[in-house]
């Protein structure tokens, strides 16, 4: 047997999202590894992706990945296939497994898929290079609410960029933050550290299932936003910085976002 380690990034929706290089790269392999702690991927399961890559795949927690070596021992044998959704190098865990295969001397490829850092920009309209640092809203614990996440959408706002705001996922407990949670938890942070960062005239974007034949987006003022339906999880939020004039064109004639913002861009 060759080998290999093969990551291949499953896109965000489907079996059929992965792309036909990722699809017959899997084929070839003699074990199957997948994880969706990081990320799930929207309307399958390992039974569908099972059945797509006619392999059996064998589902690992985050302990396994970082702490047990079994991928790694097998892939110093075999050709060992390694999935997740969207791009499979956009977590540390993953990188790391790569290095210590480079190190160990143990051929890699990695066949990237659609992720959410070109999707949700691409579904708004918004200039992916006009993004700052991404942000994880994490939930609420004991009420301890962390100022960071709030700090840093800050900063990216201050410089007039977008932000990225990943949801919590606790996949193992079936817990998705939805929309709703986002926003309650950012106009519970204005009136915890009031530095003006959300306002009645804050445009916040959601966007729910990018990527899927059920994607929705939207785009409005804080208050409007939580009487809106947003979808359901999976969702993710954006905060705009300063608007080119397409961009706030955009997320009127996309998300329904009010009109009166057209004018205001810079």
Request: aromatic residues 8%; charged residues 25%.
């Amino acid at each position: 047997m060759a080998s290999e380690l093969v990551f291949v990034g499953l896109g965000l929706s489907g079996t059929d999202g992965v792309t036909v290089k990722g699809l017959n790269a899997l084929k070839e392999c003699d074990k199957i590894y997948a994880e969706f702690y990081t990320s799930v991927l929207i309307g399958a399961g390992i039974d569908d992706l099972e059945s797509a890559v006619g392999r059996k795949i064998q589902a690992v927690h985050r302990s396994q990945v970082e702490e047990e070596g079994t991928i790694i021992s097998d892939a110093r044998s075999m050709r060992v296939g390694f999935v997740s959704a969207g791009d499979t190098m956009l977590a540390t865990t993953h990188v790391d497994l790569r290095i210590q295969a480079e190190e160990e001397g143990i051929p890699v490829r990695v066949i990237h898929g659609v992720s959410i850092f070109g999707a949700c920009p691409a579904s708004l309209g918004l200039q992916p290079y006009k993004f700052g640092r991404t942000v994880t809203l994490p939930f609420l614990e004991a009420d301890y609410q962390p100022k960071s996440p709030y700090d840093n959408i800050k900063q990216n706002k201050d410089r007039g960029l977008h932000t990225m705001v990943l949801l919590d996922i606790r996949a193992d407990e079936l817990r998705y933050m939805t929309a709703h949670q986002a926003l309650e938890w950012l106009i519970e942070g204005e009136k915890k550290w009031k530095e003006g960062l959300i306002t009645d005239k804050t445009v916040i974007c959601a966007v729910s299932n990018v990527g899927s034949e059920n994607e929705k987006i939207f785009a409005g003022y804080p208050q409007d936003m939580l009487k809106k339906e947003l979808g359901v999880p999976l969702q993710t939020l954006v905060i705009p910085g300063n608007l080119h004039f397409m961009e706030a064109y955009a997320l009127v004639d996309f998300a329904g976002a009010p009109k009166e913002i057209i004018g205001e861009e810079e």
